[in-house]
């Protein structure tokens, strides 16, 4: 997983954004990963600074993943971005 983070001075709630190719796998699986994602980041939405723009990147890898897998990917790829208090 590729996690990107882009600090804005907006006024804004964070923005997430989610890439999930076709090397991740069919329709069913791609939109499931994505779901996924979106849940995740729905839980870590109020520690990430205002007016951030987050960009995830799922990797072929992503797809095999279960829930908890994901999760901690996601949180380690915060914490070595940005101060988010996950």
Same mark, same amino acid.
């Given at each position: 997983? %590729?996690?990107?983070?882009?600090?804005? !001075?907006?006024?804004?709630?964070?923005?997430?954004?989610? %890439?999930?190719?076709?090397?991740?796998? $069919? &329709?069913?699986?791609?939109?499931?990963?994505?779901?996924?994602?979106?849940?995740?980041?729905?839980? /870590? /939405? !109020? &520690?990430?600074?205002?007016? $951030? =723009?987050?960009? %995830?990147?799922?990797?072929?890898?992503? &797809? $095999?993943?279960?829930?908890? =897998?994901?999760?901690? =990917?996601?949180?380690?790829?915060?914490?070595?971005?940005?101060?988010?208090?996950?």
């Amino acid at each position: 997983m %590729i996690v990107s983070l882009l600090p804005r !001075s907006d006024q804004r709630a964070a923005r997430f954004g989610f %890439i999930v190719s076709k090397q991740v796998g $069919t &329709a069913v699986v791609r939109n499931t990963v994505r779901r996924r994602l979106k849940a995740i980041c729905a839980d /870590l /939405l !109020s &520690a990430i600074p205002e007016g $951030t =723009d987050v960009v %995830i990147r799922a990797l072929p890898a992503s &797809a $095999t993943a279960d829930f908890g =897998d994901l999760r901690a =990917d996601v949180d380690r790829c915060f914490r070595r971005l940005s101060p988010v208090k996950s």
